[in-house]
């Protein structure tokens, strides 16, 4: 087991949920949360806090060093919608932030790195269907750009240097506690918010829209599983395949509407459709559930179900 972690970009969607998890399983004091902004009051005053940039090579140094930490987790980055409209912004962050840790664990300060990519490093001459490990990678986004490079040096640093570095390329991720953070599969985020709110949804991919999706406690045990794993068991330096299930937003709304009868939905596809027509609809992630024994657990209806208890717990 890990002493200290360090996880950088700890107030995104993905990176308060994992921080809270791994307090609970290594410590409170042993698990340091660190981001540019500090407005998750509950992430900043349950355990250790740290105002870091993530391009600032310096910050995240000394922090490793102050704490002695030896695993870091790499939760910054600019996300597919937000990447489109700001791309200069979006390289700078996704690499640079990664070439800062990968040094600091080639020079010896940290021992272990998780870096997460995404489905986004697909484009639209990958197989659709069961999309493979080792396959096609012509993304068409910026954010896919930076992801697809940064497997190929966490790869690279592996072989060359021999830093374990793990990855895993994220589907869509769904979750109750945190809002989405600028990704093309916001929608299925949204959907239950506005289900509850409004009795009603506009959504911005057309309802045909197959793409593949994961409840955040599955991504989450996931991200830990993978780091837990023994070296010696993976396979994978580059990032891992990973699939839990895959809908289209009809698929969700006739899940919400048999629970909600009212519930009413329109289709208005917008710049995000593109984008979503150059990923996958389904993933082939064989090879993370041999090495690893990846298992997920939610499917459609019972992500449904969490997340519509959940959120009325929570506008009421």
């Known amino acids: 087991m890990s002493s200290k972690i360090l996880i950088i970009g700890a107030g995104g969607q993905i990176g308060s949920e994992l921080t809270t998890k791994l307090r609970e399983i290594y410590g409170q004091s042993n698990v340091i949360a660190s981001d540019i902004n500090t407005r998750n009051l509950e992430l900043v005053n349950s355990g250790p806090f740290e105002i870091i940039d993530a391009k600032n090579f310096n910050a995240i140094k000394d922090c490793c060093k102050n704490y002695e930490i030896d695993t870091v987790y790499l939760m910054a980055a600019l996300l597919s919608a937000t990447g489109e409209k700001y791309p200069m912004e979006a390289w700078d962050l996704n690499m640079n932030s ?34 493979p490990q ?6 068409t986004t910026v954010y896919g750009i930076t992801k697809q490079v940064g497997e190929r040096w966490c790869e690279y640093y592996h072989n060359k240097y021999g830093v374990d570095v793990r990855s895993l390329r994220y589907p869509g991720i769904i ?41 955040m406690d599955d991504a989450i045990k996931a991200t830990i599983d993978l780091m837990q794993a023994s070296a010696e068991d993976l396979t994978i330096r580059s990032s891992y395949n990973l699939s839990a299930i895959s809908f289209t937003p009809k698929n969700i709304y006739e899940s919400i509407k048999s629970r909600i009868p009212e519930f009413e939905i329109t289709y208005q596809p ?47």
């Open 175 to 215: 979750s109750h506690k945190t809002m989405p953070g600028g990704g093309t599969t916001d929608y299925a985020v949204e959907i239950y918010h506005e289900a509850i709110k409004h009795g009603k949804y506009e959504c911005f991919l057309s309802e045909n829209t197959s793409l593949p999706m994961m409840f």
């Open 270 to 316: 917008d710049f995000r459709q593109a984008i979503a027509n150059s990923w996958p609809s389904s993933i082939d992630d064989t090879i993370a559930r041999h090495d690893w024994s990846w298992q997920h657990s939610f499917d459609l209806d019972a992500m449904t179900d969490t997340m519509l208890n959940e959120l009325k717990k929570k506008y009421q």
């Open 134 to 139: 080792h396959t096609i990678c012509e993304p």
């Open 98 to 131: 990664l070439f800062h840790v990968l040094n600091l664990a080639k020079g010896g300060t940290i021992k272990k790195v998780y870096w997460p990519s995404s489905i986004a490093v697909f484009g639209p001459t990958t197989p659709k269907e069961f999309t």
